[in-house]
């Protein structure tokens, strides 16, 4: 979309004055002004903000703004009494618990990544909660093949992750709820279709590969 400037500002200046080159070069030099401080403002403002498919950091953060979605992710501190594994004054948990954090960890996204946020809020905004209407705009978004949603006909939604790049970012989304889903609908789980999982397949191809892993990110 581009706004035309169809304002002739020469066409203010009757038959009497038309022909007076001081008068005539000042308007001409403020319809230029004109073009570049009122048509070229917002050819660009349309660009840079008004367009999710284009727009800058700036514009980015103006739909934030309006969609109510930050764009910067939390991983919260572990809690005071989260038994996280390490050694304390009598190594009473060596063995128990898991890696924790003491401070809060930002999430870092990138430019496209903040786009797709914003995308995703907005689609969820009107969106009509079919499993075709979703997988297509999933398509839009993501690029085609990346993710995609299965209803198991029970109330609840699961998605499979095609590419492995988008695994951590897709915690993310999944932790914001915005994982697109009709209401009243909730998502079981959401699986990483590239997991290479030990256990027993067919020919038991891959009885000595991978690890356990559901494959549920």
Known sequence: MTYECTVDLEKA?????SKAPILKAIIQKKQAWYEANFCDFWNNWTVDVFNLDTANEFGLSVWAI???EPLFGITQASPADYPSWGFTSDDEVFGFGSFGTNSDVGYNFTLEQKRILLKLKAYILHMSGTVPSINDSLARIFGEGKIRC???LDMNFVYLIGSTELVG????IKAR??????????????LDENTNAWGFGESFENFSNGNFYDGEI
């Open 66 to 68: 309006i969609l109510n």
């Open 169 to 172: 970012f897709i915690r993310e």
């Open 150 to 152: 299965l209803d198991a």
């Open 13 to 17: 200046l009757d038959w009497q004055r």
């Open 177 to 190: 709820d915005l994982l697109p889903r009709p209401a009243a609908v909730a998502i079981r789980s959401v």
